[in-house]
């Protein structure tokens, strides 16, 4: 650690002193280059007396007891300090050296002038050169060759505070809003007294690394540069995927790292939240860094990481309870007048109970919601704080999932009245979550369970998407679509990881996932033969858990509900069977299928609905029929949906019977 500068004197005029300490000190090595030389030609000099004030805590002595530099590694360093400053210095060098052409300071020099000479000092495992405290050029001997002060120390001796120019392009500091819950709080209390503990003990020559776990990456970050200010200590971050992988370099960031802390006490935060997928070469490099770091250490993650030799104390920061929740919206629109005030009244409970937001979503929530309605009425403020919290909540799983357009409605989705009233009781799930598990305590019992899940199952076309975008509609929530076919993997263990990656990224946004072709993974778990059968069910179990904890609505689809596991089944709370529409159903539907703007000219719908296609075929044909009659420049016609008709049993491998087209044209 630095030693404090003298708090008697100001900053100014400490550095001033400090600065005059170091010129003094390197004005007594060119006396003792001098007097080596005046030794040569047989003359004396008498060593010059100059009066300052005495400083004890300057930059060269900080510099010097920090990193237990002996006498004359000290005057190594001065010897190399003082090329920078003194035009003649290197002239001076060339004498001693009866070399014109070795103006430089060399370890030949230092031995042949220094009275504290010391060969073990010319080690790499010596201070000196074990924390590049100078640099050694091309030269053919080690004596012989070019010394240079490093750039970084320096600055430092001078009082100019930066990185080494090595890790600029590797750390950045970490500036974070402070920590607003109580439950972060007392993470941040932990973390500090681990800590302080750890550096009154005398059993650990370093500090414990604290790994930090949790999804909600702002509030971690807060969290550690919160600890960090507290003992003083400044924070810097490097991403775990620019660390390189050989051992040469990983060892000189950890010099460089351990160097600065020495230097200017600074801490560094090791992120790990941007690398979810670590490949092998990745992994052995964060825990080699890990392993030979000496500065104090944080690490961000989003799982735990297991301990090898150093200690690795885990703090687990979980996202804000409901209360807590409430508190920070509360927090956030405080500044808000009287009359938005009170045409907010119940919208934060409602907020709560959709979106599981971290405090910094909830503040960039509401300062968009707020800078939208300098053009809103009070009436559209609530509309624009919904729509903001939706906002926060999609770029992560637009990286992981389609986004579904939602613009259907309760009248476009033609089904039995009994399919109806179920999803309108999955609407009511979904709205009066937050009643029925917290305020009416069923959360309390357990937690187990509490993810609402549904199975839409039929053939293709009819209606299980539309029904998943008229809850979203119906709800105002994001729905995503996720194609199960493509996150099972033929790897072990890598189907769960794209489970988990999908299922964290929605965790906070209250969204609807709807999982398509659910057979793909839920077929019926076969007896385990090998391996690969037994983490199959591994896949379907983990799958499953997630579903019960998930907060928003789940929906999985299915063209085989025959296909599924019973236990499987039984897990869902809501299953509909969306059967093939009847008659009477698809003419409904082929009403529903042009838009107001669309021309039509004798269009019979009981005769439309004679075809034995589903809906989404229909509205296929429609659309076809649409551009065949735009061609021809006529109004959409019978015979238009007849050629379209063909074209879509053609692509379907289905005849088309005489009795379904008998009259049309």
């Known amino acids: 650690m630095t030693i404090s500068p003298n708090l008697s004197i100001s900053p100014a005029n400490w550095l001033n002193l400090s600065q005059r300490d170091l010129f003094a000190a390197i004005a007594k090595i060119r006396f003792t280059l001098e007097q080596k030389i005046a030794e040569k030609k047989g003359e004396i000099l008498e060593e010059p007396v100059e009066s300052i004030p005495q400083i004890f805590d300057s930059h060269l002595n900080q510099l010097c007891e920090n990193f237990g530099l002996s006498q004359f590694e000290r005057d190594v360093l001065l010897l190399c300090v003082g090329m920078e400053f003194e035009p003649s210095w290197g002239q001076l060098c060339a004498e001693i050296a009866n070399d014109p052409k070795q103006a430089y300071p060399t370890f030949s020099i230092a031995m042949s002038v220094l009275e504290s000479a010391d060969w073990s000092a010319l080690s790499p495992a010596a201070n000196l050169r074990r924390w590049h405290l100078v640099e050694i050029g091309v030269g053919n001997a080690l004596t012989a060759s070019p010394l240079r002060v490093n750039e970084r120390i320096l600055h430092y001796l001078m009082g100019d505070q930066h990185l080494d120019e090595r890790l600029l392009k590797l750390l950045e500091p970490v500036i974070a809003n402070s920590v607003q819950i109580d439950s972060h709080h007392q993470v941040l209390t932990q973390a500090i007294a681990t800590w302080e503990n750890a550096a009154k003990s005398e059993e650990s020559a370093h500090l414990p690394v604290l790994q930090i776990c949790g999804e909600d990456v702002a509030s971690k970050m807060s969290i550690a540069a919160d600890v960090c200010e507290n003992l003083g200590l400044r924070l810097y971050k490097i991403t775990a995927n620019l660390l390189p992988h050989d051992l040469s370099n990983l060892q000189l960031i950890a010099q460089l790292c351990d160097r600065e802390y020495t230097l ?17 070469n990745q992994d052995m490099a964060i825990g080699y860094l890990i392993e030979i770091l000496n500065c104090p250490m944080i690490i961000s993650n989003q ?64 300062l968009k919601a707020k800078s939208s309605h300098n053009q809103a ?116 263990g890598e189907t769960e990881k794209n489970l988990k990656r999908i299922f964290d990224a929605a965790e906070g946004g209250g969204v609807i996932l709807l999982f398509d072709e659910a057979d793909a993974l839920f077929g019926k778990r076969t007896e385990v033969k090998d391996s690969h059968d037994r983490h199959a069910n591994v ?71 004679k075809l034995s296609v589903a809906g989404g075929n229909i509205r296929n044909i429609a659309l ?11 109004p959409v016609q019978m015979k238009h949906i007849l050629q379209a008709a063909k074209i879509e049993y053609i692509k379907l491998e289905k005849p088309m019977m005489d009795m379904e087209v008998k009259g049309w044209v």
């Not at 997630?546 to 709370?573: C, H, I």
């Not at 076809?624 to 006529?634: G, L, V």
Request: proline share 3%.
């Open 377 to 492: 009425s009070t009436h559209t403020f609530h509309q624009s704080l919904w729509n903001a919290c939706r906002a926060q909540s999609r770029p992560r799983l637009d990286e992981l999932a389609q986004s579904v357009e939602t613009t259907a409605t309760w009248e476009d989705l033609i089904l039995p009245s009994k399919e109806k009233f179920v999803l309108h009781d999955i609407a009511a799930h979904v709205r009066q979550r937050l009643t029925v598990y917290e305020k009416w305590g069923f959360a309390g019992r357990s937690r187990r369970g509490l993810g609402i899940s549904a199975l839409f199952s039929g053939s293709s076309g009819t209606g299980k998407t539309m029904a998943a975008e008229v809850l979203g509609n119906e709800l105002q929530l994001d729905v995503y679509r996720i194609d199960l076919s493509s996150v099972i993997d033929k790897y072990i």
């Open 624 to 634: 076809n029929s649409a551009f065949i009659a735009a061609d021809h420049d006529e």
């Open 303 to 366: 799982t735990r990481r297991r301990q090898h030799q150093r200690t690795i104390i885990t703090f687990d920061v979980r996202s804000p309870s409901v209360n807590e929740q409430q508190i920070l919206w509360e927090e956030s629109l405080r500044d808000l007048d009287g009359e938005i005030k009170a045409s907010l009244n119940g919208s934060i409970n409602e907020l709560v109970s959709y979106f599981n937001l971290s405090p910094t979503h909830i503040y960039n929530a509401s």
């Open 264 to 280: 200017n006490d600074i801490a560094l935060l090791l992120d790990c939240d941007r690398d979810e997928a670590p490949n092998h």
């Open 539 to 609: 896949g379907v179990s983990y799958l499953l858990q997630r579903m019960e904890a998930y907060r928003g609505l789940a929906v999985l689809t299915t063209n085989l509900k025959n296909s599924l596991d019973q236990a499987f089944l039984r897990r869902l709370r809501f299953v509909i069977q969306f059967s093939f529409p009847d008659t009477e159903q698809r003419a409904e539907i082929w009403r529903r299928a042009f838009p107001q703007q669309t021309p039509t000219l004798d269009l019979d719908y009981l005769k439309l609905g």
